[in-house]
Nanobody
């Protein structure tokens, strides 16, 4: 059974930084594409960044140049380094494991950026 556990969220002032982590268990983590999504109140969940098993990355335009996605396959952990945070980045952040038989989601971690 696949389990994903996010951590690292919190309250930060605009311009600050946070690093999110997502630990995966019960899966061959290194073989799967992973992604970070976020959902703000009243808005749809949106892709923030994704990373393939070989390390190729993709970012939404809104976070390019500010966020960095990475993975440590030895630790089964996905990261999202978030710099120059803005109030618009306030949301619940979720990690996702892409899987042909059905994707898996973590429970989410709240990020709040104050102005």
């Amino acid at each position: 059974q696949v389990q994903l556990a996010e951590s690292g969220g919190g309250l930060v002032q605009a311009g600050g930084s946070l690093r999110l982590s997502c630990v995966a268990s019960g899966t061959f983590f290194r073989m799967n594409t992973m992604g970070w999504y976020r959902q703000a109140p009243g808005k749809q969940r949106e892709l923030v960044a994704a990373i393939t098993s070989t390390g190729s990355t993709d970012y939404s335009d809104s976070v390019k140049g500010r966020f960095t996605i990475s993975r440590d396959n030895a630790k089964n952990t996905l990261y999202l380094q978030m710099n120059s945070l803005k109030p618009d980045d306030t949301a619940v952040y979720y990690c996702k494991l892409y899987n042909m038989g059905g994707d898996f989601w973590g429970q989410g971690t709240q990020v709040t950026v104050s102005s």
